[in-house]
């Protein structure tokens, strides 16, 4: 007998949700995060594109002799193809799927409807971090994968940068799948 228990957290540009479901031989920690979508922007990005690149296309293709239908149907096709490039880059979702025993699935959700995922064996993973990156412009927090024979950090949200309250439970979640138990601080000063 499955059960499906669900918790959600909402934020300025991003929405945590939390699945678990408990089964026969373990239980399956599912941890989303998914970028809030406006519509509007997405839009109003779609006709600012059109409205500048189909008459400089339209110029260009008509100057180097070119009809005008063909120099419409060029300018319109680049503007298709640009859009669909940045549209289908965007990324919907993020997913961390903790396998007990067998590690961590990590799943990035495209718009395009492409899926990335990668695959850490439990084996390698010595302990999940959370560590705040400052810049001269910006500051904010990643969650991160301390690796055996690894040089660098491995990154659980690649393309999204959630803020930190949706990033803890995620942290505790990993570490009590790890076998890290412990206090937040204690993760920080060591």
């Given at each position: 007998?499955?059960?499906?228990?669900?918790?959600?957290?909402?934020?300025k540009g991003y929405?945590?949700?939390?699945?678990?479901?408990?089964?026969?031989?373990?239980?399956?920690?599912?941890?989303?995060?998914?970028?809030?979508?406006?519509?509007?922007?997405?839009?109003?990005?779609?006709?600012?594109?059109?409205?500048?690149?189909?008459?400089?296309?339209?110029?260009?293709?008509?100057?180097?002799?070119?009809?005008?239908?063909?120099?419409?149907?060029?300018?319109?096709?680049?503007?298709?193809?640009?859009?669909?490039?940045?549209?289908?880059?965007?990324?919907?979702?993020?997913?961390?799927?903790?396998?007990p025993g067998f590690?961590?699935?990590?799943?990035?959700?495209?718009?395009?409807?492409?899926?990335?995922?990668?695959?850490?064996?439990?084996?390698?993973?010595?302990?999940?971090?959370?560590?705040?990156?400052?810049?001269?412009?910006?500051?904010?927090?990643?969650?991160?994968?301390?690796?055996?024979?690894?040089?660098?950090?491995?990154?659980?949200?690649?393309?999204?940068?959630?803020?930190?309250?949706?990033?803890?439970?995620?942290?505790?979640?990993?570490?009590?799948?790890t076998e890290i138990?412990?206090?937040?601080?204690?993760?920080?000063?060591?």
């Amino acid at each position: 007998m499955e059960e499906l228990s669900s918790t959600a957290i909402e934020g300025k540009g991003y929405r945590y949700i939390r699945d678990v479901t408990m089964g026969r031989p373990e239980v399956i920690d599912i941890h989303h995060i998914i970028l809030k979508n406006n519509a509007r922007k997405g839009h109003v990005f779609c006709i600012f594109t059109a409205v500048l690149l189909v008459p400089v296309s339209f110029l260009n293709f008509s100057v180097q002799g070119n009809s005008a239908a063909i120099a419409l149907f060029w300018g319109l096709l680049i503007c298709g193809c640009l859009i669909r490039t940045i549209k289908g880059n965007q990324v919907n979702k993020e997913s961390v799927v903790i396998l007990p025993g067998f590690g961590l699935q990590l799943e990035t959700h495209y718009q395009s409807g492409r899926t990335i995922r990668r695959f850490v064996p439990a084996n390698k993973i010595l302990k999940p971090v959370l560590n705040e990156c400052v810049t001269p412009v910006t500051c904010y927090w990643i969650l991160a994968l301390i690796l055996h024979d690894e040089g660098e950090f491995q990154l659980v949200f690649k393309e999204l940068r959630p803020p930190v309250n949706m990033l803890v439970p995620v942290w505790k979640a990993l570490c009590a799948a790890t076998e890290i138990g412990g206090d937040i601080s204690a993760s920080f000063c060591q």
